[in-house]
């Protein structure tokens, strides 16, 4: 249910902050505990902070989409139209490719491979529990609008 009490949502698996956030959390833990590193230091924190800013600018992008084209941004809410502009017009998850971008910034800033690792099983609860159930929802609600828009772009890039 969502907040309104309305069923109109796409019943995802787990809130994806959640899943990202405790993901990461879990896999620094993990490297905290036995430590594997993957590269200098130095070329660790370099290239982990382009790959944070330059995700978190995407995702600066696709959320303003969403807020331009006056739909939620959280899967908790009902989506209220297909949001083809912007990072939209490149992968039908801006948000979602953005996310794990930052993330991939943050275990390589840290120069961690436990998060990396981690990646595996995530993308799987990601893909099955979140993305597939909301394209499934958004065909349901927007019909050939949507499947139109799914046949032109990318579920991913």
């Known amino acids: 249910m969502t907040e309104d009490g309305s069923g109109d949502t796409p019943r995802v698996l787990i809130f994806p902050p959640l899943l990202f956030g405790g993901t990461l959390l879990a896999g620094l833990i993990l490297h905290w505990l036995h430590p594997i590193y993957l590269i200098p230091a130095i070329a660790a924190r370099i290239g982990g902070t382009a790959v944070f800013i330059l995700s978190a600018m995407f995702a600066q992008r696709a959320q303003g989409a969403l807020e331009r084209a006056a739909t939620n941004v959280r899967p908790d809410r009902p989506t209220t139209t297909v949001v ?3 990072p939209y017009r490149i992968t039908r998850n801006p ?3 953005a996310t794990l971008g930052m993330y991939i910034g943050v275990a390589v800033f840290a120069n961690a491979a436990a998060p990396l690792l981690l990646l595996i099983p995530m993308f799987a609860v990601l893909h099955w529990g979140i993305v597939r159930r909301e394209e499934r929802y958004l065909e349901s609600k927007f019909g050939d ?7 032109r772009v990318r579920r991913w890039v």
Do not use: D, S
């Open 84 to 86: 083809t502009e912007g």
């Open 95 to 97: 948000m979602y490719v």
């Open 145 to 151: 609008e949507y499947r139109a828009y799914r046949a």
